[in-house]
C-alpha cells in the first residue's frame, strides 16, 4: 500500500527530511497482461483501479502515449454535476457524484471537490420549460434541483446582472446545490497512485498502434516502439482519439471530434462560490479555490484535432461573461487552451462491449466525461469482469444507434455544443 497522508506522515517528514515516495513506479513491460487499457486519462485510470480494488484483477497495464492526464482529463474546466435531462443520464452522474463526495478518502488524496452549487441560467421561455423538465426529472430520480427566480440567483451572485435591460435578461436558473469543482489533476493522480499500490502497470510514453483479432477476439495490442502484449481484453477509454483505437479492430464509432476551448484569468480575491452556467450565451465560468475564474464556451464549429487557442474564443467568451458580470471588464485573462471531444449524435457516451469479443469502448464523452470518470470506472470493470454492462450503463451501448434507442441529452448539454 502507498504511504499514508496525514499529519503525522507530514510532521515525520517534515522532522527527518526524508523524501516522499514517487506517486507512480516504473515497470518493466510484461508480454501479456488480463486487460491492457489504452487511455491513461481519468476514465482509463478509474477503471483500472476498481478492476483491482473491487475483483482483485491487478494484472492490468494502463497504456498512455503521453502522460496521465494529458488529454481530455487535463483539459476540462472540472466541473461536477448530475441536473441532466434523462432519467438514465441523471442516474449515471449522480452516482458519479456520490462517489467524488468519498473519493478523497478512498484514494487517501486530497481531489479538492468543493461542492458550491451549479447554476444553469435560462434568458428565454423555450430555455425556462426545458428548465423546469430537467428539475423535475432531477426531483424523480432523488437529486437535489429546483428552479430559482432573479432575486433568488441576485443572492447567490451577487456580482450577476439580473436587470430587465440587458440584451438577454435572465428569467430564472435551474439551482443545483450538490453541483461543484474538483482539482482535475489530484483526481488523476489519485487513481494512478491507489491503481499502482494494487499492481496495476502504468506505461507513460506508450502509443499504441495496433489491435491484434483473431476469429472475432482480441488477442493482442502493438505498440509504436515495436512490442506486441497479448491480451484477451482491451478497453478503449481514449478522448479525441476514439474512432482511430476502435478502427483498429474494424468498430465503427458514431462519432466527430471537435475541439473545446477554455480559459483563466489572473487570480483575484474569492467572489464567486457558484458555478455559472448559461446556455443562451455559450458560457460557463467558476472561481478556483487559488482565486482564478475559469472560462468555457461551445465547441469549435467544425470537426479537427487541433488543440490551440484562437482570439475568436477569447473575443467571444470576454464578450459574453461581461454580459452577464459588466464589473469584471479589468481582468485580465492568464492563459487559454483546447482539449478534444468526441460527439455522439444524442450526446451521451458509448459504453461496454463491441461486437469484436474482449474489445470494450468508454468513450463519446463529448464535453462532460470528467464529470463521469468515477462511476464510468466503476461500470466498466464490472462489464469487463462479468462480461455484459450492469444496469447503470445499460443505456449507452453502442447498439441504441441501430436499435432507435437513443438517450437524448443535448437539452443538459447544450452550453457545449
Known amino acids: 500500500m502507498p504511504t499514508r497522508y496525514s499529519a503525522w506522515s507530514l510532521i515525520r517528514h517534515g522532522v527527518s527530511g526524508d523524501d516522499w ?75 458519479s457524484v456520490k462517489l467524488y463526495e468519498h473519493l478523497a478518502a478512498e484514494l487517501n488524496f486530497n481531489v479538492m471537490f468543493s461542492q458550491r452549487g451549479h447554476l444553469t ?87 499504441v498502434v495496433g489491435i491484434d483479432v483473431d476469429g472475432g477476439r482480441v488477442t493482442g495490442v502493438r505498440t509504436a516502439d515495436g512490442h506486441r502484449i497479448a491480451t ?9 482519439w476514439s ?53 468555457g464556451a461551445s465547441v469549435d464549429p467544425y470537426a479537427s484535432y487541433s488543440t490551440r487557442g484562437s482570439l475568436e474564443f477569447a473575443e467571444g467568451v470576454a464578450g459574453h461573461v461581461l454580459q452577464l458580470m459588466p464589473a469584471l471588464s479589468k481582468m485580465r485573462l492568464l492563459r487559454q487552451w483546447a482539449g478534444l471531444c468526441d460527439m455522439t449524435p444524442d450526446f451521451s457516451p458509448i459504453m461496454g462491449p463491441t461486437p469484436v469479443a474482449g474489445f470494450y469502448v468508454d468513450v463519446g464523452w463529448g464535453t462532460y466525461g470528467f ?18 454492462p450492469p444496469e447503470i450503463i445499460a443505456a449507452f451501448g453502442l447498439d441504441r444507434f441501430t436499435a432507435g434507442r437513443l438517450v437524448g441529452e443535448k437539452g443538459a448539454a447544450a452550453v457545449g455544443h
Not at 513506479?25 to 477503471?47: F, K, N, P
Not at 478502427?247 to 464509432?253: H, K, L, N, P, Y
Not at 455559472?276 to 472561481?287: A, D, E, F, N
Not at 464529470?371 to 455484459?388: F, L, Q, W, Y
Open 21 to 95: 515516495p514517487p506517486i507512480l513506479r516504473q515497470h518493466d513491460r510484461r508480454e501479456s497482461y488480463d486487460v491492457v487499457i489504452v487511455g491513461g486519462g481519468v476514465h482509463g485510470l478509474a477503471t483500472a483501479y476498481y478492476l483491482a480494488a473491487d475483483y482483485g484483477v491487478r494484472n492490468v497495464a494502463v497504456l498512455e502515449k503521453s502522460y496521465i492526464g494529458s488529454g481530455g482529463s487535463g483539459r476540462n474546466t472540472a466541473i461536477l454535476r448530475s441536473n441532466y435531462l434523462t432519467p438514465e443520464g441523471v442516474r449515471f452522474y449522480d452516482r
Open 371 to 388: 464529470k463521469a470518470g468515477p462511476v464510468s470506472g466503476e461500470a466498466m470493470a464490472d462489464c469487463i469482469v462479468n462480461g455484459r
Open 232 to 240: 484477451g481484453a482491451v478497453l478503449n477509454a481514449t478522448a479525441g
Open 121 to 207: 441560467l435560462a434568458h428565454n421561455d423555450s430555455s425556462l420549460r426545458t428548465m423546469r423538465w430537467r428539475t423535475e426529472v432531477n426531483k424523480l430520480q432523488g437529486v437535489d434541483s429546483d428552479m430559482i427566480d432573479p432575486d433568488e440567483i441576485k443572492k447567490l451572485v451577487p456580482y450577476l446582472d439580473t436587470s430587465n435591460t440587458t440584451r438577454y435578461p435572465i428569467l430564472g436558473a435551474l439551482y443545483h446545490p450538490p453541483g461543484g469543482i474538483v482539482r482535475h489533476d489530484a483526481v488523476v493522480w489519485g487513481y494512478a497512485r491507489a491503481a499502482d499500490a494494487r499492481g496495476v502497470h502504468i506505461h507513460q510514453g506508450t502509443e
Open 243 to 295: 474512432t482511430l483505437i476502435s478502427d483498429m479492430v474494424g468498430v465503427r464509432m458514431p462519432v466527430q471530434t471537435f475541439p473545446l476551448q477554455a480559459g483563466v484569468t489572473e487570480p483575484v480575491r474569492p467572489f464567486l462560490d457558484t458555478v455559472v452556467v448559461s446556455g443562451t450565451l455559450h458560457v460557463y465560468v467558476s472561481q478556483t479555490d487559488r482565486g482564478e475564474l475559469v472560462f
